[in-house]
Nanobody, 124 residues
């Protein structure tokens, strides 16, 4: 069993930056593919970024590519999402997720563990 707790959300002006953290307990994350997803009001939960446990390669949604960076610190059992050049359309609840079997990690149905989410609001 894996418990995930996100933190770091908040209110920021357009063009600003935030760093989200996802702390895990219960299992070490080194063997899990980790993902960040987001959900805006009235919209489906969508993929943002993933980092795979095999080799640590990363993948990003086109909408965040070049602005967001996902990273993991296996020693701290923590995954991060550095968000730069934020836009109002990035406003959403951001969720951290863990998968013990996902090969790529871009599909939310591949994840069995989810955090409670953290709100990110970007003002124009």
């Amino acid at each position: 069993q894996v418990q995930l707790v996100e933190s770091g959300g908040g209110l920021v002006q357009a063009g600003g930056s935030l760093r989200l953290s996802c702390a895990a307990s219960g299992r070490t994350l080194s063997s899990y593919t980790m993902g960040w997803f987001r959900q805006a009001p009235g919209k489906e939960r969508e993929f943002v970024a993933a980092v795979r446990w095999t080799g640590g390669s990363t993948d990003y949604a086109d909408s965040v590519k070049g602005r967001f960076t996902i990273s993991r610190d296996n020693a701290k059992n923590t995954v991060y999402l550095q968000m730069n050049s934020l836009k109002p359309e990035d406003t959403a609840v951001y969720y951290c997720a863990a998968s013990s079997w996902a090969a790529r990690g871009t599909d939310k149905y591949q994840y069995g563990y989810w955090g409670q989410g953290t709100q990110v609001t970007v003002s124009s």
